[in-house]
């Protein structure tokens, strides 16, 4: 079966703890995405990714960070910087520049 | 960033009743897409446009990508309970030379039966 999955579905994190969610995909895309959201409302971009070791920060980088060693892979982490980290947490992959992106089913981080 | 204004920002309808909602924006984009999410999941793209003025259908569901590039408007036709969800609307600005997209604040639907 082709596509995106993301794991944990839940997490928790402590204060000052980082946390590293996973993002992989198998349809051979060379662009991944992370995408931060939040309750009621849109998606806000974290970081994207090309092509393989090399990304670009989006809108919210601060307090994040990601690696793409791999072009199935693409994790984020979650440092302990990222004062409000609660939230739900979509990775997302296209083809290239114009194609459509798809999404995975999600992440949500969750601060004890 | 740059964000699309999406309307309405809510809809409560019947069951059977026809739905719409668009996006719009004072930038121009090179293509269109609409997604629905379920609670708790990822979006699901519905339908993708790529050319000013095009219309697409997928089922109940019909979109159409603005004649100006700054607009586009999903119809749902004869809404059932398993529409209820969020809807969101995404642009990639013509300007742009990534992937990266420009998302809607979303629509909540719900569907009384």
């Known amino acids: 079966d082709g596509g995106i999955t993301q794991s944990p579905k839940y997490l928790f994190r402590k204060e000052g703890q980082n946390v590293t969610l996973s993002c992989e995909q198998n349809l051979n895309h060379d662009a991944m995405y992370w995408y931060r959201q939040d309750p009621g409302q849109g998606l806000r971009l974290i970081y994207y990714?090309?092509?393989?070791?090399?990304?670009q920060k989006g809108d919210i980088a601060e307090g994040y960070s990601v690696s793409r060693e791999k072009k199935e892979s693409f994790p984020l982490t979650v440092t302990s910087a990222q004062k409000n980290p609660t939230a739900f947490y979509l990775c997302a992959s296209n083809s290239g520049r114009f194609e459509t992106q798809y999404f995975g089913p999600g992440t949500r981080l969750l601060v004890l | 960033g740059q964000q699309l204004n999406q309307s309405p920002q809510s809809m409560f309808i019947q069951e059977g009743e026809d739905v719409s909602m668009n996006c719009t924006s004072s930038s121009i984009f090179n293509t269109w897409l609409w997604y629905k999410q379920d609670p708790g999941e990822g979006p699901v793209l519905l339908i993708a446009l790529y050319k000013a003025g095009e219309l697409t259908s997928n089922g109940r569901l019909t979109a159409q990508f603005g004649i100006t590039r700054k607009d586009s408007f999903l119809n749902i036709s004869a809404s059932i309970p398993s529409d209820v969800g969020i809807y969101f609307c995404a642009g990639q600005l013509l300007s742009s030379n990534t992937g990266k997209l420009i998302f809607g604040q979303g629509t909540t639907l719900q569907v009384k039966p």
């Open positions: 990714s090309q092509i393989v070791n090399d990304f």
